[in-house]
């Protein structure tokens, strides 16, 4: 039954590709060609990490009265924290770009520009 439902719309995108009175069906509103530079994209954003040291160093403050001088034990683990998770992230971003085979999309504006795209249709 698949395979007779992928032979119908096989037949129905053909009769819309196919010229009648010399005109084809399907217009495209805009040319059918490549533009010369791609759009930038937000990365995504990782995990949170270090809330229990957040969270640890917050109760300090709330029970001393928000005095940083007694709770510099707790800030200091957040702060080792953070920085052993912000190492982590420069690793996995490096392993990432190099491991995944896809380039960012400034690199992929910059090939775009030394190669551009042919302005007319094929």
């Known amino acids: 039954m698949a395979a ?3 032979i119908l719309f096989q ?3 053909s009769r819309m590709l196919c010229k009648q009175n010399g005109k084809p069906v399907l217009k495209p509103n805009k040319p059918l060609v490549l533009k010369d530079s791609v759009t930038s994209r937000k990365p995504k954003k990782g995990e949170a ?4 040291e957040l969270s640890v160093m917050m109760a ?5 009265n ?3 001088s007694l709770c510099s034990k707790e800030m200091d683990d957040f702060y080792s924290c953070v920085g052993k998770a912000q190492a982590s992230m420069k690793n996995t971003l490096g392993e ?3 491991q995944g085979g896809r380039l960012t999309p400034k ?3 910059t090939l775009l520009k030394r190669h551009p ?6």
């Open 4 to 6: 007779q439902g992928g």
């Open 11 to 13: 037949e129905k995108v």
């Open 49 to 52: 990490t270090c809330i229990t």
């Open 60 to 64: 300090c403050w709330k029970q001393n």
């Open 66 to 68: 928000f005095v940083e």
């Open 96 to 98: 990432t770009t190099l």
């Open 107 to 109: 690199q992929t504006n």
């Open 117 to 122: 795209t042919l302005r007319f249709e094929i």
